[in-house]
């Protein structure tokens, strides 16, 4: 989606000057990884119209492949406003009926899944439309061959109001990597406890809960293991998450340690709470490469 964020302090009703980005929870994600030098495509559908351009600008311009999206003519690129507050950002969507929302099975093929070894996807597609939804349900039920699905639950209230969410439940058992938060689990499972949570959703091979600045766990092969979150000066906390998942991916796929992939997910969270946009400036490699493998004591 382009991004609106305003670009003066002040009510919203009154602001003038804004600043056009480009935000997505896939897109973002897609973006982590390329930059952590995985080799990533993000299949979506944007409107043919000049806000559509700026998203296959944006996303495009960080080395992602964004030769697979389609360009709908019939339905606009959708758009989010911003407003950027270190203790959570209320967003307003005008997205309903766009491009995005008209995706269905006929998408799946774009994803050359003979070729890939993750699809990530977000319980955000299954909320905007019924076509979404199948499309997510039908992928999900395929069997795999050669890759892995995670699923981020990307829980957002505002575009389930007409819809029911206890889908997401069904959608999160049939991925491979489930993501969520304790605060979004509370809400969808009814526990944000992690050892709970996993007696509900028995499906993932590894289930990760974050519990906000506290830190993240992982449970995985029937252990469970937790690492703090790096204290930072949060100036906007919206993808934060996804650049969690982008670094807990990137260092799953690279075989790293329980310990180093969730430190992976904290050090590209961090760099994200330090901005104002969706995807921060990422912190430089002498900086996460010590911490990653840090002493427990130091990190
Ligand atoms: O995770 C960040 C996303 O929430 C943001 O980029 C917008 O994808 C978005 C959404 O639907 O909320």
């Known amino acids: ?4 964020v ?12 804004w600043h056009r980005a480009v935000g997505g929870a896939e897109s973002n994600v897609a973006v982590h990884l390329t930059r952590l030098g995985i080799r990533s495509s993000w299949v979506s559908a944007v409107g043919d119209d000049s806000f559509g351009l700026a998203v296959l600008d944006a996303v495009g311009g960080h080395g992602v492949d964004v030769s697979k999206v389609r360009i709908d003519p019939t339905r606009p690129t959708g758009l989010y406003v ?20 008209g995706m269905g099975l006929e ?6 899944l003979g070729e890939v070894k993750l699809v990530h996807l977000s319980g955000i597609t299954p909320a905007l439309s019924d076509s979404c939804l199948a499309m997510m349900r039908e992928l999900l039920r395929r069997p795999r061959h050669g890759f892995k699905i995670s699923f ?3 829980w957002r209230p505002a575009l389930w109001a007409d819809r029911d969410p206890r889908v997401l439940r069904e959608l999160a058992d049939m991925a491979d990597v489930v993501l969520a938060g304790s605060d979004e689990a509370e809400l969808v499972w009814g526990t944000g406890d992690a050892a709970r949570l996993r007696k509900l959703l028995p499906g993932p091979s590894a289930l990760v809960v974050k519990q906000g600045a506290e830190g993240a766990t992982l449970l995985e092969s029937g252990s469970s293991h937790f690492e703090p979150a790096l204290k930072v000066e949060v ?16 260092a799953t796929l690279a075989g790293e340690a329980p310990s180093v992939r969730l430190r992976a997910g904290h050090l590209q969270a961090a760099a994200a709470l330090l901005t104002a946009e969706d995807v921060g400036d990422p912190l430089p490699d002498d900086v996460t490469d010590p911490l990653l493998h840090a002493d427990p004591q130091t990190w």
């Open 6 to 17: 305003p670009a003066e302090p002040g009510p919203v009703h009154l602001v003038r000057t």
């Open 1 to 4: 989606m382009v991004m609106m």
């Open 107 to 112: 998408m799946i093929d774009r994803l050359g």
């Open 152 to 154: 981020d639950l990307n």
């Open 235 to 250: 100036v906007e906390p919206v993808g934060a998450g996804d650049a969690f998942a982008a670094g807990f991916l990137a």
């Open 82 to 101: 911003k407003e950027a507050s270190p203790n959570g950002s209320p967003v307003r969507y005008y997205r309903r009926g766009s491009a995005a929302s």
